[in-house]
């Protein structure tokens, strides 16, 4: 038996806007990505990919076509079910997005006071295992303006990764980091959601991380306009 894709998209549209202002900005977009792929997503600035992927994290409500996400249908979603949809993706934000007042191991911990049933040791001791295995275990309480723009990525990932989502979502993760730090930080995304079990679906314009997905699909002017295997190497990168 066949088992349901993680994400399922069928004739997404999606507008900004409303009255004379009101612009199309996704045109009929169609996409399966089933438990465990690793999806990158390119295109061109403006293209509608971050669009997308805020569309399937919940972040925003999807208006016209279809778009499931575990089983949960998000298009006309109310605020409430996409917070609790919310619950079940790890977002890891182009800029990082930490909370410069709090240090290393609250921002991560954040990410777990969505969950109710996790009690604050419990909290505490998990996010600072998922520092450790990002390799911060000696930063827990470094504030963000004491690391460097790598450790504020690998800041991200932990907080993403922290409450064992079924779904990573990543704008961009490399886009402010140099070759070195950009390899490390999607080379610590893969191992870690491989371990985990997780589902990544993740925008770039970083052609030298292409070789860790599973497939590569393109848009452009809102239009998802290629899909296929990756054929490019760990050589090339």
């Not at 061109?44 to 805020?54: A, D, F, I």
């Not at 778009?67 to 890891?92: D, F, H, K, P, T």
């Not at 390799?135 to 932990?158: F, M, T």
């Amino acid at each position: 038996m066949t088992s349901e894709p993680v994400i399922s998209i069928k004739n997404l549209d999606h507008y900004f806007g409303h009255g004379q202002l009101r612009k199309q900005v996704l045109f009929d977009i169609n996409l399966e990505i089933n438990a465990g792929e690793i999806i990158l997503m390119t295109g061109p600035s403006g293209s509608g990919k971050t669009t997308l992927l805020t569309l399937v994290g919940g972040l925003r409500s999807a208006q016209f076509g279809s778009l499931r996400v575990l089983e949960r249908e998000l298009c006309g979603a109310s605020a409430e079910q996409l917070v609790q949809a919310r619950r079940y993706n790890g977002y890891i934000f182009q800029a990082h997005n930490l909370h410069c007042s709090l240090t290393a191991v609250q921002n991560v911990k954040m990410s777990l006071e969505l969950h109710q049933h996790i009690g604050l040791d419990q909290m505490q001791i998990r996010s600072a295992q998922m520092l450790e295995q990002v390799g911060l275990g000696k930063h827990l309480y470094y504030y963000p303006d004491q690391l460097s723009g790598g450790q504020k990525q690998r800041v991200a990932i932990a907080r993403a990764l922290v409450s064992y989502p079924q779904i990573i979502l990543a704008d961009e993760p490399t886009a402010a980091l140099d070759s070195q730090s950009g390899r490390d930080v999607v080379n610590l995304i893969q191992k870690l959601a491989k371990e985990q079990g997780c589902t990544i679906l993740m925008v770039t314009h970083d052609n030298r991380i292409l070789d860790i997905g599973d497939r590569i699909v393109h848009m452009e002017d809102g239009k998802l306009v290629q899909e296929g295997s990756r054929q490019l190497g760990s050589g090339d990168w």
